[in-house]
């Protein structure tokens, strides 16, 4: 893959850090197609969900449940882990841990080097994409291959994910097709003389490309939706089939997995495998479910190897309030209703998270120090929809706003600084907010109608609260002598 967020073409165009949130936005919110695209995708998997989620009466006890699980596992994460190592080690694995993206694309291209291979198939994962593995692995000489058809899509267009569970959800099947003819025979098989935008063709030409290079890949790369610690057993989820192929035909199995994947028992993964599917697909389970422990002679790989990966959610962890984010189990449920990403679409985050989680969880794994990390916890209407669909729920109005305050705390507008820190002042001496009140209200007919500087922005959908003559305290001191 040779996109990046930043070197994308016309309204792909993407978040540089240097841009804020609305700046990255605002070529796609003028995309009336892009829009539609969008609008019709997530409506109708919202809906859907609605309806998957209307059939269980426990539902709300199982989003408690599900809750309860997760914030047990992050209070304990350290036991866990632990016992998930010692778990995957006696089957017959290999664990491996990275502090961050680059210790962990060096383990994994360290050990395909090893394996004497240049090719992998991968298995759909958002973790291999937060750390950017494709593109280390092409450095080294080593290709990646998508098998996942929306991950194809995207990876086959040079282009970058803008859903979480629905990566090419920006493309159309017209555009699709177009992809297709045009890039196949440069990554393998062609697609067949005289393709058209059918949904049938179009899978039945991506099939034909993927077969091939499942049957000769000896390494295959995963991530994993769950992993239980009592037995090390990892878990993948999943609709096409693709995985399985992944899990079982190469010979060497590396998962790349972030710490807060791991749940304790079988019993708690139970829960999982009930809210994930509804929430997600809208499915009452999930076609192909997938579960490994360690090897098995004769049986799927005989290597197999587990990159544990923090990259930030250790700091996230530490975040009384912001280690929520680490209970996703990255549904999107909460991308499909929320009217920001619904006109912005994917991109304008500037990472593989977008979304109301995006806008939590990427500001906690990489800082607010960039403009772009900086402006996510404002890319919301703070209306809660997303918070209302959550499995897990995560709070997330609550998280922004408390991101926001970190992001308000490190600086600002030096105009905004200043305001402030005279506000401060005045409020803090009655006898200067007498005089400021007073002074105030004789120069009121000066007042302007907009605020300058930073402000502006907030004038322009609202009028300023006109001030009074008289300031109340002397009103008050007036009339009650
Ligand atoms: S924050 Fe909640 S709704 Fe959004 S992707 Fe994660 S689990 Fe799903």
Redesign the pocket.
């Known amino acids: 893959m040779t996109g990046t967020f930043l070197g994308m073409p016309a309204f792909r165009q993407a978040a540089s850090p240097q841009a804020t949130f609305p700046q990255a936005a605002a070529a796609a919110v003028r995309d009336e197609r892009l829009r539609a695209n969008l609008r019709h995708a997530t409506h109708t998997i919202r809906d859907k969900r609605a309806r998957a989620v209307a059939e269980l009466d426990d539902w709300a006890e199982l989003r408690a449940a599900g809750k309860a699980i997760k914030d047990h596992t992050l209070r304990h994460l350290d036991r866990y882990l632990v016992q998930l190592e010692e778990a995957v080690t006696a089957a017959g694995g290999i664990v491996h841990w990275a502090a961050d993206a680059e210790e962990a694309n060096r383990i994994v291209a360290d050990l395909v080097r090893a394996t004497g291979e240049t090719e992998v198939v991968k298995v759909k994962s958002m973790a291999t994409q937060e750390i950017g593995l494709n593109e280390a692995l092409a450095a080294e000489g080593i290709t990646a291959y998508e098998t996942d058809l929306a991950e194809l899509i995207v990876q086959l267009g040079e282009d970058r994910p803008s859903h979480?569970l629905v990566p090419a959800i920006h493309r159309n099947r017209a555009e699709i097709r177009e992809i297709f003819a045009e890039r196949m025979a440069a990554w393998g098989r062609p697609a067949p003389e005289g393709l058209t935008d059918s949904p049938a063709e179009l899978a039945e030409a991506a099939r034909l490309h993927l077969r091939e290079k499942f049957l000769r890949a000896r390494v295959a790369v995963s991530g994993a939706n769950f992993m239980v610690a009592e037995t090390g057993t990892l878990v993948v989820v999943e609709s096409e089939g693709n995985g399985r192929m992944c899990l079982t035909l190469p010979r060497t199995l590396i998962s790349v997995v972030g710490i807060e994947k791991v749940v304790p028992t079988w019993q708690d993964l139970e829960v999982f495998l009930q809210l994930l599917p509804r929430?997600?697909t809208a499915e009452r389970m999930n076609p192909y479910t997938s579960l490994w422990t360690g090897t098995t002679e004769g049986d799927g790989p005989s290597a197999f190897h587990l990159v544990l990966l923090d990259n930030g959610r250790t700091a996230a962890l530490a975040d009384q309030v912001g280690r929520q984010?680490l209970?996703?189990?990255?549904?999107?449920?909460?991308?499909n209703v929320c009217p920001v990403y619904e006109r912005a679409g994917g991109h304008a985050y500037g990472s593989v998270y977008p979304?109301?989680?995006g806008a939590?969880?990427t500001p906690q794994l990489r800082g607010t120090t960039s403009p772009l990390d900086a402006s996510l916890p404002y890319a919301s209407s703070l209306c809660g929809a997303?918070y209302q669909?959550?499995?897990?729920?995560?709070d997330?109005p609550e998280v922004l706003v408390h991101l926001r305050e970190r992001v308000a705390e490190q600086g600002g507008h030096p105009l905004e600084r200043a305001a402030i820190a005279a506000a401060g002042y005045v409020l803090d001496h009655p006898a200067a907010l007498a005089a400021a009140e007073r002074l105030a209200g004789r120069t009121r007919a000066l007042h302007p109608r907009r605020l300058p500087g930073p402000g502006r922005a907030w004038t322009d959908t609202r009028d300023l609260p006109e001030l009074p003559a008289e300031p109340f305290r002397d009103w008050w001191r007036r009339n009650r002598s």
């Open positions: 979480i929430s997600s984010a209970r996703c189990i990255r549904c999107s449920a909460c991308l979304g109301p989680i939590i969880l997303c669909v959550c499995p897990v729920a995560i997330i």
